[in-house]
C-alpha cells in the first residue's frame, strides 16, 4: 500500500468523475446517475489509454515472439498479472487469467471440485450466493454425489455463524464455498473467521471465496484471509469487460488437472500425450484477453493511487446515507446489514406496491441507472422471499449529489403507480 | 412507455379476479427472470370465448397489458382469438398490426416494442391466453407454461 501516499490528496466522489468519460453524458436529458457498480462499473480515460496503446503500437500475440512488438505485448500483459497480484497480496505464480470470476469458479469445480469430491464429502456453501458460485456445485453433485449443504442466513442477512458449525461439525466438509461481500445483501462476510472454522472441522478443507465485488470496493489480502482460491473478475474494479483471474495457492494449481487444453498450457505433446505448462500458464489455454489485461493492470495502478483505504472508507460514509435516502421514501424497505460497518455499497431495496422492473424503468427517467431483478442469486431472493428487487450500489465516483435524483425518482414512481 | 391507456388498465385492471363460474380451462404463466406471475381463466361456449380473468403479481406492464387483453378478445371465436394474439405478438416484434381496431387498448404497447426487456411483459397475457384455448382444444383443464 505505499502508493497510497502519493496521491493522498486526490478527492474521491464527483471530482473523479472527470476520469470517466461515460459519466459526463446524459440520458433522457438528466445527468447520468450510475448507481449500477455492483453490476458492472465505469472505466477511467487511462484504461482505454493502456489497451488503445497496445492496439496501435504493439500489437501482436504474447509468449514466445522474438521480436520487439511481441516481447512489449508480453510485458504489458504479464505487467498485468503482476500488478494484479500485488493488488490483492497473492503469489504471482497462482494468478490466473479467465474471461470472468463464473470461469475462475468453474476452472475450480472442474478441475478440483469434480476430481476430489465424491459421496464421502460435503461441499458447504451459502444461500446468498450469485449463481456463479452455486450452479457449478449443483451441476458437479449431479455427477460426483457427494453432500452439497448451505449456510442459511440471520434475520438481518449476515451468515448464521453457528449453523455453519453445525454443518461443519462431522468433519466431512472437504469444500468451502463463500462469497466475501453479497451482491444484493451488500453484506460483507468473516471469511478469515469461516475459513478457520472450516478447517479447524476438517484440516483437509479448501476454501473459495467469490471476492467479485469485494474486490473493488474495499483493501483485499487473499493470503491474510488464508483462503485456497480467490476468484475476482476486472469489469467491476474499472478495468475491461473479458478479464476475470483465478488467485490460487501455487501448490494446489500444480496438483490439479488442467481445465481448458490447447496451446500455451503445454510444454511439450506428443502423438500420445502432452505434458502441461508450468502454472499458471497450465490454465490459460489459447491466446489470452491481451489488451484487457493490460487494460487492468493500469486499472489497478489508477486504483492504489486512490487508495482501497479512502475507497472504502468514501462507500462506508456514502452507503449510510444512501440507505437514509432510500427509507426517506414511504414505503421503501432495505434487505441486509443496516450498519455501513457490516456491508459494501450494494442496497437492495423493495418500493411497496410498485414492481422493480417499473421502479428501474422510472429512475431511467430521471437519468438514474440501477439495477432490477433477482441479480443471478434466486436461492436468495426465494430466502428473502421476494420474486426480485431493486439494487442501488455505489463506486468511487458516486457522491451524495447522486442521492437527491434517487429520492426524486422514487418519490415520482410512488405517486405515479399508486393504485 | 408509460401511456395513460396503460396506466389507467393497470390502476384499474379489468377482468381481474382469481375466480370464473364454468372455468373450462386454467393456465398459469410465469416470467421467472422478471418475477412475473399469471393465472388466467377462460369458459368457453359455442367455440366463442365467453369470458376470460386473469390474476397474478407483476410490472404494470404485465398486469395492463393482461387487461387490454381481456376486452379485446372477449366474445371473439376462438380462431379470430388466436390470430388477434399473433397480431399482437408480431407487433411487439417490431411489426405494424394488421388488426389496429381490433387490438382496441393493446394498440397502445406498441411503444413498449422499443423495450426488449419488457416485450415479454406485454405479452405475457396474450401468450396465456392462446394457450389457454389450445389447452381446452387439446381436452385439459389446466396447463402451465414457464417463459424462458
Known amino acids: ?88 497480496d497473492t503469489p504471482v505464480e497462482g494468478l490466473v487469467f479467465t474471461k470472468n470470476s463464473t470461469e475462475a469458479m468453474n476452472l475450480v469445480a472442474w478441475s478440483w471440485v469434480r476430481t476430489r469430491l465424491g459421496p464421502d464429502d460435503a461441499l458447504l456453501t451459502t444461500r446468498m450466493e450469485h449463481h456463479a458460485n452455486f450452479v457449478p456445485y449443483l451441476h458437479a453433485q449431479q455427477d ?70 469485494a474486490v473493488p470496493q474495499m483493501p483485499v489480502s487473499v493470503r491474510d484471509l488464508g483462503v485456497d482460491f480467490y476468484a475476482a473478475t476486472g469489469h467491476k474494479m474499472c478495468g475491461p469487460t473479458g478479464v476475470g483471474m483465478l488467485a490460487a495457492r501455487p501448490e494446489l494449481l500444480e496438483e490439479m488437472p488442467p481445465f481448458l487444453t490447447g496451446g500455451e498450457m503445454i510444454l511439450d505433446v506428443t502423438l500420445d500425450g502432452f505434458t502441461t505448462n508450468e502454472v499458471p500458464h497450465k490454465f490459460e489455454a489459447g491466446t489470452p484477453m491481451i489488451a484487457e489485461v493490460g487494460g487492468l493492470g493500469t486499472a489497478v495502478d489508477y486504483l492504489t493511487d486512490l487508495g482501497m483505504d479512502r475507497v472504502r472508507a468514501h462507500e462506508h460514509e456514502l452507503v449510510g446515507e444512501l440507505i437514509d435516502a432510500l427509507l426517506s421514501v414511504e414505503g421503501v424497505t432495505v434487505h441486509g446489514p443496516m450498519d455501513p460497518d457490516l456491508r459494501g455499497g450494494a442496497v437492495s431495496f423493495e418500493l411497496a406496491g410498485v414492481h422493480p422492473h417499473d421502479v428501474g424503468a422510472m429512475l431511467d427517467q430521471h437519468g438514474v441507472a440501477i439495477r432490477v431483478g433477482h441479480h443471478c442469486a434466486k436461492p436468495l431472493m426465494r430466502e428473502l422471499g421476494v420474486n426480485a428487487t431493486a439494487r442501488a450500489s455505489l463506486g468511487l465516483y458516486n457522491d451524495r449529489d447522486d442521492l437527491g435524483p434517487l429520492v426524486e425518482g422514487l418519490e415520482r414512481a410512488r405517486t405515479f403507480f399508486a393504485r | 412507455m408509460y401511456q395513460d391507456i396503460i396506466l389507467d388498465h393497470y390502476r384499474k385492471p379489468h377482468n381481474r379476479a382469481g375466480e370464473l363460474e364454468g372455468t373450462d380451462a386454467k393456465v398459469h404463466h410465469s416470467n421467472p427472470l422478471c418475477g412475473d406471475e399469471m393465472d388466467l381463466r377462460i369458459r368457453v361456449v359455442d367455440d366463442h370465448l365467453d369470458a376470460v380473468v386473469f390474476d397474478g403479481d407483476g410490472c404494470s406492464i404485465s398486469q395492463a397489458s393482461a387487461s387490454a387483453m381481456t376486452q379485446a378478445v372477449t366474445g371473439r371465436e376462438l380462431d379470430d382469438v388466436l390470430d388477434l394474439s399473433e397480431n399482437f405478438r408480431m407487433m411487439m416484434h417490431g411489426d405494424d398490426p394488421e388488426r389496429l381496431d381490433d387490438l382496441e387498448d393493446g394498440i397502445a404497447f406498441q411503444g413498449v416494442a422499443k423495450f426488449p426487456v419488457r416485450v415479454k411483459c406485454a405479452l405475457l397475457g396474450w401468450m396465456a391466453v392462446k394457450d389457454a384455448i389450445e389447452t381446452y382444444r387439446g381436452g385439459d383443464a389446466a396447463h402451465a407454461v414457464t417463459h424462458e
Open chain 1, 1 to 88: 500500500m505505499s502508493a497510497t501516499t502519493t496521491r493522498t490528496a486526490t478527492a474521491l466522489g464527483a471530482a473523479r468523475r472527470v476520469d470517466f468519460p461515460t459519466l459526463s453524458r446524459t440520458v433522457h436529458g438528466r445527468r447520468l446517475v450510475y448507481l449500477d457498480s455492483g453490476a458492472s462499473s465505469q472505466t477511467p480515460q487511462v484504461v482505454m489509454d493502456t489497451m488503445d496503446d497496445y492496439y496501435s503500437r504493439f500489437r501482436s500475440n504474447v509468449h514466445r515472439g522474438v521480436y520487439q512488438l511481441a516481447e512489449e505485448a508480453t510485458d504489458l500483459f504479464e505487467r498485468g498479472r503482476s500488478r494484479m497480484a500485488t493488488f490483492i
Open chain 1, 144 to 213: 460426483r454425489g457427494f453432500d452439497l449443504r448451505t449456510i442459511p442466513l440471520t434475520p438481518d442477512g449476515r451468515l448464521d455463524h453457528d449453523v455453519a458449525r453445525e454443518l461443519l461439525a462431522d468433519g466431512k466438509v472437504t469444500f468451502l464455498a463463500l462469497v466475501h461481500v453479497s451482491n444484493v445483501l451488500g453484506t460483507i462476510n468473516d471469511v478469515a473467521a469461516l475459513a478457520e472454522m472450516a478447517r479447524d472441522a476438517n484440516p483437509d478443507c479448501r476454501v473459495l471465496v467469490d471476492g467479485s465485488q
